[in-house]
């Protein structure tokens, strides 16, 4: 049994995605402060923390790019990280809004199985290892 997440959480959910092309994590963490007072949907839960996983990992890797630049005199890995993190903020929010199935690489299966369960239903391993037969 699947989830089925109203207009307003689809958007609600894109809203995050975006909001965190430009503040990384803090949207999510706002959501889900909002989660644990029982104020979000599972649905928007799911998104806002794939969103934050996946910002927090682009956060390293871009203080990682802005280091490498410094040492090496050029701006190029940072804008890098940079556009690709924006690209697959926006990606996400589209995917979101359409609830179509982006999982922002591996974030998903590894950080987030519980919530995937719970939208989405059924396990991500069983998924995984059916797609491996």
């Known amino acids: 049994m699947t ?3 109203s ?3 689809k958007h609600g959910a894109a809203v995050v ?16 402060h909002g989660a644990r007072r029982g104020r979000s949907s599972p649905y928007v839960v799911l998104w806002a923390k794939m969103s934050r996983c996946w910002s ?6 871009l203080a990682t790019a802005v280091g490498a630049g410094v040492f090496f005199g050029t701006a190029v890995p940072a804008v890098l990280v940079g556009v690709i993190h924006i690209m697959f903020s926006v990606m ?10 982006f999982h922002y690489l591996f974030i998903a299966e ?7 369960g ?11 290892a059916e797609d491996l037969r």
């Open 92 to 101: 996400g929010a589209f995917s979101s809004v359409f609830n179509l199935s």
């Open 17 to 32: 995605q975006l909001l965190a092309a430009v503040a990384y994590f803090v949207p999510g963490l706002i959501v889900e």
């Open 7 to 9: 207009d307003s959480e």
């Open 110 to 116: 590894k950080f987030c199985p519980e919530e995937l």
């Open 118 to 128: 719970e939208v989405y239903g059924g396990s991500v391993e069983k998924t995984h």
């Open 56 to 61: 927090v990992m682009t956060f390293v890797a």
């Open 3 to 5: 989830y089925t997440p």
